[in-house]
């Protein structure tokens, strides 16, 4: 993808989100799915056990959110492969987005999670310029925010789930050289993700789905 040419070029930022909207509209992941893969996935890793013992995530063992960031990346890569054996697989190779689209790579997807309410991020090499770049920044992205397990919030429920498309440029590195992060400015969330959970229409007393362990 680094070859090609971003679809927002030639448009001002007042023009991005109708962009964004017809990628989506483009991709063949439709956004109930999208949400539904998510959910799911979310759900099973509560439902799993671990150990000789069958400890259980969210009961015996609460990870960090680091940990349960992984835990959904894998757990998303089998489920999308297992839906659609020959057209999307996992990552493979480090040229590899996380979901990968076996047909056209175009429509491969990143997957970004974060304990934080809102925003994403990435490590601070999606800000800097290497030609030594093992995968493209540019492409579809998933987003999903988490509440991390604490003692006032025991449920480490999915918080928002976004796609859409960001380009390399759209990264901004800490400005301290010891700064690992790189983050995105309020108008790229705006105009180039969208929030397909909790719908809009979904409201605060929204009912957030089921996952609480199988007996």
Known sequence: MSSESSPYDGLK???????????IA??????????????????????SRLGRLGYRVGHEIKPKPQIMGFFLHEFLQLEIARRYPGVWRGEVTAADKDLVCIPDAHYSIEIKTSSHADKIFGN??????????????????????????????????IAKIKFGWLDTEDWRGQAAQSGQQASLSPHVEAGKLVTLYPPPDAGPTAKKPSRKPRA
Not at 133 to 154: E, R
Request: aromatic share 12%; glycine share 2%; hydrophobic share 35%.
């Open 13 to 23: 930022p007042g023009q991005w989100l109708t962009k964004t909207n017809e990628l």
């Open 124 to 157: 601070r090499s999606y800000a800097q310029k290497s030609k030594k770049v093992k995968k493209s920044k540019s492409g579809f992205y998933l987003a999903i925010n988490f509440a991390k397990f604490t003692a006032d919030c025991p449920a480490c429920d």
């Open 26 to 47: 483009a991709h063949p992941l439709k956004p109930d799915e999208m949400v539904d893969l998510v959910l799911t996935c979310w759900k099973d890793i509560f439902d």
